[in-house]
């Protein structure tokens, strides 16, 4: 099926993997995308005979020519990105491609894959060109309201799964909260993984919030998940007290954030990365909820960066509520996670 001319426009970019046959795009994103690909169909027409050198554009040639590309743009992964956006433009997977080497895409996905090209071009991620992320092997849908989540996160879901293991002899259904949820990516998952568990998630983007609950939707969790708009947990009554606080916070300093990729610092949200001079200012806060609303013995466990490792175990400690503070290290080496348990007060 070609992707995005179809009479019925709420079929444009779906997922390749049929989780979503109808995702609900935002009416100025179908608008301006389809008034796009109608001109590079024209434009398309006319170069037709001028731009292929004759040989056909099949799969395999399209795939190298955009990895080429991508790769001068500077991509990290520009035959992934290569990948993605034809097996989305073919309304296939990844996988599927690898067969289909040989074939030539149709006139409607050529047109539909050019486009998005031309975007990740200019630098759009890869994430908000199809509108989803893999994460933790399950897909979430994201938007330029929501950071698009990174595998460095998935070590924090690993840590609040053992955490919760850890707990299971004196609370079986536990209540956790996920601080900043963005695109729902920490509490769904935990929600799938801890099918006992009562979930909470917050966050001062509405945008962002909107994104989480139609995830939880997708993902059948909405029943045991309560998304609160508000700062931390200040609008958040019940219950009381958690047995597992996780946050993936705002952690990046003013200064690091100068020096971020263009591409983060233009489609990402920075209320949604930096923290302020110091970087672990949210953080702290974070530190200092737990103070009322962890649970004696329960776990809080806090993305953060390699740079602020140490300063943010110098505040767990400082605060004196935790028999346990400690570091974890991600897949490449670097401190990324802070995890404490609450000590008896
Ligand atoms: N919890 C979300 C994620 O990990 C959003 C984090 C954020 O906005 N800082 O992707």
């Known amino acids: ?100 080497y040989a074939s030539v895409p149709s006139d409607d996905e050529r047109v539909a894959f050019r486009e998005m090209v031309r975007r990740r071009g200019s630098g759009m991620p890869v994430a908000q060109i199809v509108g989803y992320r893999e994460f933790y092997s399950l897909s979430f849908r994201v938007s330029e309201a929501t950071l698009i989540p990174r595998p460095e996160t998935e070590h924090l879901i690993v840590e609040a799964i053992d955490c919760a293991k850890e707990m299971s002899s004196f609370e079986s259904s536990p209540w956790i909260m996920d601080i900043g949820t ?24 509405a945008d962002a919030l909107q994104i989480a609950k139609w995830n939880a939707e997708q993902h059948g969790v909405s029943d045991r998940l309560n998304f609160v708009q508000c700062d931390l947990l200040s609008g958040v009554s019940q219950p009381d007290r958690f047995s597992l606080i996780c946050s993936n916070p705002p952690y990046i300093t003013d200064a690091e954030y100068s020096e971020l990729d263009s591409s983060v610092r233009e489609f ?41 490792a140490e300063s943010c175990r110098a505040i767990a400690e400082d605060a004196a509520i935790f028999d346990d503070v400690k570091l974890v290290k991600d897949l490449a080496g670097h401190q990324r996670l802070l995890s404490m348990r609450r000590q008896q007060d």
């Not at 020519?65 to 990105?81: A, E, H, I, V």
């Not at 963005?182 to 983007?205: E, F």
Request: glycine share 8%; aromatic share 6%; proline share 5%.
């Open 268 to 308: 990402e949200p920075k209320n949604a990365l930096v923290s302020g001079p110091k970087g672990t200012e949210i953080i702290e806060r974070v530190i200092e909820v737990c103070r009322d609303r962890l649970v004696t013995g329960g776990f809080c466990i806090v993305e953060m960066s390699p740079m602020i």
């Open 182 to 205: 963005g695109s729902g990516v920490i509490a769904i998952t935990l929600a799938k993984h801890l099918p006992q568990s009562r979930i909470v998630a917050t966050d001062i983007s």
């Open 1 to 100: 099926m070609g992707v995005g001319f179809g009479s019925d426009q709420s079929q444009f970019l779906c997922e390749g993997n049929g989780y979503c046959e109808k995702l609900p795009w935002p009416t100025e994103l179908i608008k301006l995308s389809h008034s796009y690909l109608q001109e590079a169909r024209v434009n398309q027409t006319e170069n037709r005979n001028s731009d292929s050198g004759g040989a056909p554009w099949t799969v395999l040639r399209l795939l190298q020519w955009t990895t080429d590309f991508f790769r001068s743009k500077g991509s990290d992964s520009p035959r992934l990105d290569a990948e993605i956006l034809l097996s989305h433009a073919r309304n296939c997977s990844r996988v599927e491609l690898y067969t289909a």
